[in-house]
C-alpha cells in the first residue's frame, strides 16, 4: 500500500474546516500542519504563515489555499515555488491572468495544481454529463439556471473580506461559481450575450452588484440564462438548473445540486430515489490524492478553471 499523501491546510476558518474534516474521511491522506495567522481550535501543528510552516521543514505533498478570494494567487504561488502540489478553494483566482501564471508556474515546477470544484463529484452532476455525453437528449435547446440567495449585513460585516472587489470578487465569485463550475463542466464553454446587473439592498455593504441576469450560448448552439440574487427576503430560497433538450426536459436542484426535482426522458427513471449526500469535499480531495499518486490528469486540474475564470471576468 502506498504511502498516505500528507496535506497541510492554509486557513482555519469555515471552509477550511470543511477540509480538514473531509482529510480525515480519506483512508490514503493525512493533514499534518495547519497555517493560520490566527490562533485555532485544533492540536494539529499551528503555524503563522506559510514560510513559517516552509521553514519547519515538515514533510508535507500538498498544501491546501483555503483563504480569502483575493489571497488565492500569492500563497499558491509561494507554494508551488516552495515545491509542492497545490489545491485551491474556489474561485482559484479572480483573473485569467493570474491563474495563467498559476498553471504555467506549476508546469516549471513540476508539480499539481488542482481547483476545488466539489460539485463535479456530486452523483446527480456526473449523472446528467453522462446524459449529454452519449447525446441521450439529442440537441440541448435552453439552459436556464436561477440561484435565489441571502447574504445579511451580518454576513458582509463579520468578515471585513466579504464585499471587497479586490478580496471578494463579487457574488459570482464568491457565492455561485459552484453553477457556473457545473454548466461549463457539462458543456465547456459558455459564449456571453448579454449581461444586466444591480445592487437591490447592499449598497454600502459591497463594492459589485448582489443581483443580474446573464444570457449566454452553448457551443452546441442552444441558449441558456443565468439569473441570480443575494437579496432573497430573509434566507435562501431557491438554487435549479432546468434543461430544455430535443428529447427531454430535466430540472436539477439544491445548492449542492444534489436533487432531481423533474425528469421528462423517454422511460428513464429518477435513479436517486434516496438522498445522495450534500458534502463532496471528501471525494474531490480523494481524487486528488488518486491522481497524484497514479500520474494521471484529473477533472480539476486547474486547467479545467480556466473557462470558469474567464466567463467571471466578464460578467462580474
Known amino acids: 500500500m502506498s504511502q ?4 497541510a491546510l492554509v486557513g482555519y476558518g469555515h471552509i477550511g474546516k470543511v477540509h480538514a ?3 480525515t474521511q480519506i483512508k490514503n491522506a493525512k493533514l499534518v ?3 493560520d ?4 481550535d485544533s ?6 504563515s506559510i514560510q513559517e510552516f516552509i521553514d519547519a521543514n515538515i514533510h508535507t505533498d500538498t498544501i491546501i489555499i483555503a483563504t480569502p478570494n483575493g489571497m488565492h494567487y500569492a500563497m499558491a504561488k509561494v507554494a508551488l515555488e516552495a515545491g509542492y502540489h497545490v489545491v485551491v478553494e474556489k474561485p482559484i483566482t479572480l483573473t485569467s491572468h493570474d491563474l495563467s501564471d498559476l498553471i504555467h508556474l506549476a508546469e516549471s515546477e513540476k508539480k499539481r495544481l488542482f481547483n476545488m470544484l466539489q460539485l463535479r463529484f456530486s452523483p446527480v452532476v456526473q449523472w446528467f454529463k453522462e446524459l449529454l455525453d452519449s447525446n441521450e437528449l439529442g440537441e440541448i435547446y435552453m ?3 436561477h440561484c435565489y440567495w441571502n447574504r445579511n449585513a451580518a454576513y458582509y460585516e463579520k468578515r471585513q473580506w466579504h464585499g471587497s472587489k479586490e478580496q471578494d470578487g463579487g457574488v459570482l465569485f464568491t457565492q455561485f461559481s459552484h453553477f457556473v463550475d457545473v454548466l461549463h463542466y457539462w458543456f465547456h464553454k459558455l459564449k456571453v450575450k448579454d449581461i444586466r446587473s444591480y445592487n437591490f439592498n447592499h449598497k454600502g455593504l459591497t463594492a459589485f452588484a448582489d443581483s443580474g441576469m446573464i444570457n449566454f450560448e452553448i457551443p452546441e448552439g442552444g441558449c441558456g440564462n443565468l439569473i441570480y440574487t443575494t437579496s ?3 434566507k435562501n430560497f431557491d438554487s435549479t438548473i432546468t434543461i430544455i433538450a430535443e428529447k427531454g426536459t430535466i430540472q436539477i436542484a439544491g445548492q449542492y445540486m444534489n436533487q432531481i426535482r423533474f425528469l ?4 428513464t427513471k429518477n435513479p436517486f430515489q434516496e438522498e445522495v449526500g450534500k458534502h463532496f469535499h471528501a471525494k474531490a480531495l480523494e481524487e486528488i490524492s488518486a491522481a497524484i499518486q497514479e500520474k494521471r490528469p484529473s477533472i480539476l486540474d486547474a486547467e479545467n478553471a480556466r473557462n470558469v475564470i474567464q466567463f467571471l471576468e466578464v460578467v462580474s
Do not use: R, S
Open 43 to 48: 492540536e494539529m501543528p499551528h503555524f503563522h
Open 4 to 7: 498516505p499523501m500528507k496535506f
Open 143 to 145: 439552459v436556464n439556471t
Open 232 to 234: 432573497t427576503y430573509q
Open 37 to 40: 495567522a490566527k490562533p485555532i
Open 21 to 23: 474534516d473531509a482529510l
Open 33 to 35: 500542519a495547519i497555517i
Open 264 to 267: 421528462n426522458i423517454g422511460d
